[in-house]
């Protein structure tokens, strides 16, 4: 058997394991698995070397369905709406890429975003299939993203944030807490909440930490500094609203916004501001400070 053919570019496929059904060929499979995209939508993607075999080879169109198949693919969405903000590239080296990212840009593909994401246009930028990013942080919010840009490295970096070797501070603008000592620990049980987009508090042992601190003060508004221990979705945008100060323009917290669109003049006062950790590979100290500023 010949060895996969996997060019760069095809690090960039999803991967899917036939599941078992009643189907006679992959592309059966496909456009029942996958409703929302019409046959013609997947004889199209095939027709132009889109989907994969485990090998790396296109599929002909009528490849017979086995179930356990190993089928790539190449996440497309039609008219994909520009997102008109401008990401920066702070550092980059063989090794580490370190990009604010702008309010409203997700970091990675899913749902109606492929191309407009943080992670394939800096994959276009310098060319580099192999960026993986460390960690994440939400579409609403802005600010550092490390990324790594070396497979052979990748895991010592990785490593960094489940041992808690990298220190996080955010900054949030917020309603005054006048009643409420500082600095404090927030700590509670984050868990999935409704609807399915949302984090909720409840009952149990805590899973998240932050320490909250004041840095200004501007009439009914403050300036916060977050430094978030754990990593939990949403956890810093739950804690603030759990204290009583909502950060300021949240659509989700905490209330939702119904018919919530985005406003790019109006955007989330959440941004990862500053990163500290010692370099596993080099064994230098690194701090990085983000270029974007929260205005009152």
Known sequence: MSAPVFTAAHRQASTLYLPPGPWQTVLDCLCE??????REQWLDRIARGKVLDADGQPIAVD???????????FREVPNETPIPVQESILYADEHLVVADKPHFLPVTPAGEYVEQTLLRRLIRTLDNPDLVPLHRIDRHTAGLVLFSANKQTRSAYQAL?????????????????????????HNSRLFDGEPFFRMQEGDGPSNTETRVEV????G?????????????????????????AGICNDPFYPDVLKDAVDDYAHPLKLLAQGLRF????????????????LDW
């Open 63 to 73: 490849l017979a369905y086995r179930e356990g198949l190993r089928i790539h693919y």
């Open 33 to 38: 698995r996958f409703s929302a995209i019409s």
């Open 215 to 218: 840095s200004d003060r501007n």
């Open 278 to 293: 010692t370099d596993p590979v080099t064994g230098q100290e690194r701090v990085f400070e983000s270029r974007i500023t």
């Open 220 to 244: 009914g508004l403050w300036r916060y500094a977050l430094y978030p221990v754990t990593g939990k979705k949403h956890q810093l945008r739950v804690h603030m609203a759990a204290l009583g």
């Open 161 to 185: 944030f489940p041992t808690r070797q990298i220190e996080k501070r955010y900054e949030a603008i917020a309603p005054a807490l006048p009643d409420v000592a500082f600095p404090r620990v």
